[in-house]
């Protein structure tokens, strides 16, 4: 082993990339799968690989991975990063922070001289908000078996384009995604390193956490169909308004799981909200609104929005409209390896002392993995806990802390005594 | 005179209009001012204009005229038309169904041999529906005077586009906008038909009414600024969710307009909503919406803005979210010209005996010239009354009944005892 003479400041990694994806009406970033802001990060991601020697492909899931394989480096890698895409109009760190994270990690242990005993591999994950497919995770899930391939090639964006089509034109062949045993079996574990979404280390005296578990969570579509008509011309009486289901909807999303125990770990929301035709004199014929509910364990989900659904039907009926629920995905609760959480704990305390161990709310690759093989998460202080937005953000002491933390966590994971 | 060849059929022209701008996504039709689908709409006004031997102009406004003067024909012209502009995902009939009857009209005066003593000038109105721009009847507002020229310079459409920057791409230029006295002086009155927008003509045996009025109106544009956040972490007492705010504000639209008086002439509607960033798991950090409002008289539209507006402003301080909101547009209330409405039901008495007269809730171009010249409308039964919606609809009878109803009159209007 030589060291390299590449070294990786995350910081100035992420000014790098912020061009990329910028969304001039929205604010903040959005970067969808394989449109052209994502084909930037994955020719970032490329480029930032090979410029430190690392083996890169692209899977048949459209996840793509950079391995350090040296000399002395066998058996089933360590796995880390996270990914390049956004949800709509997002912040900053998420998932980026976790795959330059990665990559400064790797500089850093090349620097050293470290001589790895498991290939360490560097993954960007395809997906992850699921915000052009409606589906979160859709890399990992893929790779993991989670998703029905036929039901994924025929999933449909905003414009109605298939998820078959925007693979074939990424170079991705649609008639191969789906569980990639082999790749699942050459991992020997999976650490994802995350800006925190929420405000749990932010009173703390720590830069990093380390997570614990994932709420339960799923998101719901919901159509409601009235009767389009004109706004003046008809009467209150005799209308049909889905517009009117909608809002309904919306607060019972809230008054819902404010009703649920706990209060504090379950939450409904409604983010995205369509109207057709969408004329502001012209009343609507439908709306088509999607309910995000989360909450301590599987069955709470289900029953959070069991009520909300039940709420928006009795809207409907009294409107004269209908509805239609359809479930685009759904995460059961995840518990992140206790024993991994704790050797990662081990390899940062000499750094960090007692690093605090949180839960989240937040869904993850590092999640979707968990059932399959050993997970663990890092997660870096956000200081106002504002996530899939642009106003995410993270001090760069804490960011370059979080490598820190990942570079020391990586370490001990592939010493010789780690095998 | 002698009588020309061309018959126009109004309810094949109307299926020949059925391609232009049809909506696959919305359903209906979608023609917004100078899109593609509005300059096909445009292209068919010339070349069936042109086919009667009408003269074919487009005036400053982006309005289009065609002018049947033959010798004989002289002083200010007696206008009748509609627009060929939609709602986004509008029915087949609001306004071409006026326009194509002009056609139809002046053909079978030509065929009738017919010497009308004034010139019959058919009109195209530009952006009647307001769907690109904001502003309802912007072509005749303009014409007659009612909008600051550097205001509609300056409105810009979803994309951001200026009004000024479309102009100019359709060939009219923006410096040029504004009141057009001598065309507003070469009209001697103006008479539109159009479908019924409510259902008043449905239950009688009357395929035709005359409008007596038009309700006071309004758009308000009201923006509710949050927190955009994490669906999944963020605790719902730490929230400040806009789409809450949103849904108050649709449910105080019905809610006070419910309890305006009399509630059958007070309307509120939120046909238009949009969500940024717009993700399923995102919180929103902003709503847009839009109020559309109507009652009998001006300022009861006010007090009903008033009332909705204080209600969103109230549950914006319970959520910790802003709210502005800007007027759109406003149309006071409009009272036909009586002695011409009695003019043109003495024109169809001999055909249709006592024609109903009817107040409308919706806004035309006819109300906005009321205050200029004389003006008058023709309702044709819509048997459902829904407009605004695909689902639109005249029985064939009835269309044909709208044209020789437009014929009697516009041939009693410009007869020699007519001047």
Known sequence: MTATTTAIDAVAALAELAPIGADGTRGGWSRHLLDEADRDMRAWFERTASSLGLAVETDANANQWATWAPDGATGPAVATGSHLDSVPGGGPLDGPLGVVSAFAAVARLQADGHAPARPIRVANFAEEEGARFGVPCLGSQLLAGELGSDRVRALTDATGVTCAAVLEAGGIDPAGIGRDAARLADMALYLELHVEQGRQL??????????????????????????????????LASRHDPMMVAAATVRAARGRALAAAPPTRSRATVGKLQVIPGGSNAIASEVRLWIDARAEHDADVRDLVARIVADAEAAARAEGCSVTVAEESFSARVEFDPALADRVGDALAPGFGAVPRIPTGAGHDAGVLAAHLPTAMLFVRNPDGVSHSPHEGASEADIRAGVDALTAALRALTSGDAR
């Open 202 to 235: 932010a009173p703390l005296d720590a830069p990093v956490g380390i997570a614990t578990s994932i709420l339960a969570h799923g998101r719901w579509r919901v159509t409601v169909t009235g009767r389009g008509d004109h706004a003046g011309a008809t009467e």
